[in-house]
């Protein structure tokens, strides 16, 4: 077992393909307040866990910092998470950048979502729309997205 | 990843994607892409090292001066080649009353308990299994293995989920027994080959399917490939 056996079986899964690519122009890096939106269904313990083909979000306050893995497949190595939060959700990191100016600010709230979808019409119609005005609602200006 | 990024990108969001497998995120092309050959479940790359993952995030917001959509490639890769396992002395048997697996879990309880401590309950047991109830989880794997249905074996939920705490509980446990940091994988590959546990999940997916259970009840009890 090789993590490329794991990635080539990927390769038949479909993937949304987008007519258009929306592009929306960043205000300078300096002033921006920056979020990650993580697809490795963390969330707080007190948090509902995730179903197996949950389409929905969950809000990650900046502290405490006590994610939980809540992500259904087995097809990805957890151990880098359970040494280190910042080797998928790099808040640590991002703390740093706007210390040093950077980064204008990071913000109080982030989100997760599964990335274990097979179908994401839901994630289109709803709760992508809704993560985004959330985040737009908290002044957010870049969102760095993570996978596992 | 990179359909939020559409997503979001349309409703007034710069975004940047980091990506682990090339295909997709070369398919989806995202309005930022960063893919990152690195391994799947870390897309910094490298953990506990701040200064790796301030070059990937480096790069990944350098992609932010772009005046158009753009899709780069990190210039270092991490490559798993499927042979490192984590080396982690084992309690020897304690009770040999018990099956080996059961007597494997509790030696190995000690260990959990300090990993959990020092990091808390990232990926550990409690999902569905908590770490009291591990044993417990085994035995009805060990009841599946033997061919009892697993609907009636005491599974104490979806197999694929419970599995999945009882692989938590051992790589948690893991962090402590072994006295390095492991390359990602090696700690799957140390459960799933190296383990009675591992054996009796492993035996009792096998004998899942041979009993033609639905494919999604046991395939998810191990990584795809296996």
């Known amino acids: ?148 | 990843m990179s359909t939020l990024a559409h997503i979001f990108e349309a409703e007034g969001l710069a975004t940047i994607a980091l990506g682990s497998i090339k295909s997709q995120i070369e398919t989806a092309a995202p309005p930022r892409g960063l893919w990152c050959d690195f391994p799947l479940g870390r897309p910094l790359g490298v953990p506990s090292d701040s200064e790796f993952q301030h070059r990937v995030l480096g790069k990944a917001l350098e992609l932010l001066d772009s005046p158009e959509p753009i899709f780069a490639e990190y210039d270092v890769s991490i490559i798993d080649d499927g042979t490192e396992v984590m080396a982690c002395p084992m309690p020897p048997r304690h009770d040999p009353d018990l099956h080996p697996a059961i007597d494997e879990a509790n030696g190995i309880r000690p260990a959990y308990e300090r990993a959990i401590a020092k990091y808390g309950n990232r990926v550990g047991a409690g999902r569905t299994v908590e770490a009291d109830d591990i044993t417990t989880a085994i035995d009805a794997f060990i009841r599946v293995a033997d061919g009892i249905p697993w609907k009636e074996a005491g599974v104490p939920g979806i197999p694929a989920r419970v599995s999945q705490d009882i692989r938590g509980y051992y790589e948690t446990a893991a962090l402590a027994l072994s006295d390095h940091a492991p390359s990602a994988w090696a700690g799957t590959r140390w459960f799933l080959d190296h383990t009675e546990a591992g054996k009796v999940v492993m035996a009792a997916r096998q004998a899942m399917a041979d009993a033609g259970e639905m494919q999604p009840i046991w395939f998810y009890m191990a990584p795809g490939d296996r």
């Open chain 1, 1 to 148: 077992m090789a993590d490329s056996d794991v990635k080539a079986m990927t390769a038949n899964i479909d993937v949304v393909e987008f007519e258009e690519t929306a592009f929306t122009t960043p205000v300078p890096l300096r002033e921006a307040k920056v979020a990650i939106v993580t697809s490795a269904s963390l969330h707080h313990p007190e948090d509902e866990d995730f179903s197996p083909m949950d389409t929905g979000y969950r809000v990650l306050k900046s502290q405490p910092r006590d994610y939980v893995m809540g992500h259904w497949s087995p097809n990805f190595d957890a151990t880098g998470f359970a040494l280190d939060i910042n080797t998928v959700f790099p808040i640590d990191r991002l703390d740093e950048l706007a210390a040093q100016g950077t980064i204008g600010s990071v913000a109080d709230e982030h989100l997760a979502y599964a990335g274990n979808q097979f179908d994401l019409s839901a994630i289109r119609l709803d709760s992508g729309p809704a993560g985004a005005k959330f985040l737009k609602e908290q002044d957010v200006d870049v969102v760095l997205l993570t996978p596992v």
